[in-house]
């Protein structure tokens, strides 16, 4: 009978060996590295919420404080043009003068009355022609509502002085 020799087992060259722990270690580090990513992807994410949230009640608290700013800088600017609005140009009574006084009239003085919308002029001329023109301008005007005169005198140098009351439009004073 043939007898069986029994053969040496086969072994793998080293190299192969080698290449099975390289390859085992690699897998190892791979399943370790994704378990430690996914606890820090976790921690981290935690954290991202967290600096959200913080920067949310950070926002919200500067929105509070700057809705709070801005209404008051608001009622500042309404009371600002209500103010503007509420403002008397005086000096476009010293250009209707200009425009509508005669040059034959000198003006002595004049005074004004804002909340009642009256001119008062003293003037003298040297005739009442010039005196009776002053006053049909003046009546022209629309500007003017109405003119009352009065207080006429003549000095000794035949100077007529007269005082004109004028009733003049609110809008002559007022800011557009």
Sequence with gaps: MAEIIPRAKARP????????VISLIFLGAAIGGRI????????????IEDIRQRTVDLRTAANEDLERRLSNYQTQIVKFSDLLNQRYLT????????????????????SINIP??????????????VVGEQLLVFNNDPRVKRVETSNYLRDK???ITFRAIIEFDPALVRQP
Excluded: C
């Design 13 to 20: 060259p080293w190299w192969l060996n080698a290449m099975l």
């Design 36 to 47: 430690f990513f996914k606890i820090s992807s976790a921690d981290l994410t935690e954290q």
């Design 91 to 110: 000096s476009r009574i010293m250009n209707f003068i200009e425009e509508t006084a005669h040059p034959g009239v000198l003006y002595k003085e004049f």
């Design 116 to 129: 009642e919308n009256r001119l008062q002029l003293e003037a003298m001329t040297q005739t009442y022609n």
């Design 157 to 159: 140098e035949g100077w």
